[in-house]
């Protein structure tokens, strides 16, 4: 698999072995365009969440990474209250849910800070 890191607002996504890259975490949601080998597919709205107009970059950064070893990249961002995860399907991303209390911008999360204190995935 190869995910590269969050570029701007942009992505790269790795769906059953096939790179594809998105107008990611833009304001309606996070999209995908799929890699046809040499093209992208068009752009399409895989979940609403992690949307800009939630997500602030420069308190809520996000990032994707293969949290579950599937092969195909989710989405992970760290939020107030603290990490959110959207697992892939190949096709959509599920619903964002909680998946720790700490790492998050809430003083009960850990009071952390972008610029201060970066947190780094891997899988
Ligand atoms: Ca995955």
Request: net charge positive; charged share 15%.
């Amino acid at each position: 698999m190869d995910v590269s890191p969050a570029v701007s607002r942009r992505a790269l996504f790795a769906t059953t072995g096939v790179a594809a890259i998105g107008g990611a975490l833009g304001t309606l949601g996070t999209t995908v365009a799929l890699n046809r080998g040499s093209s992208f597919a068009a752009p399409a709205r895989w979940t609403n969440d992690f949307s800009s107009r939630e997500w602030t970059s420069g308190w809520m950064p996000r990032s994707v990474t293969d949290v579950n070893g599937d092969g195909r990249a989710d989405i992970v961002g760290f939020a107030h209250d603290g990490v959110h995860v959207a697992l892939s399907s190949g096709s959509r991303f599920g619903a964002a849910a909680h998946w720790a209390a700490s790492y998050g911008r809430h003083g009960s999360a850990g009071s952390w800070r972008v610029g201060s204190h970066p947190r780094a995935i891997a899988s």
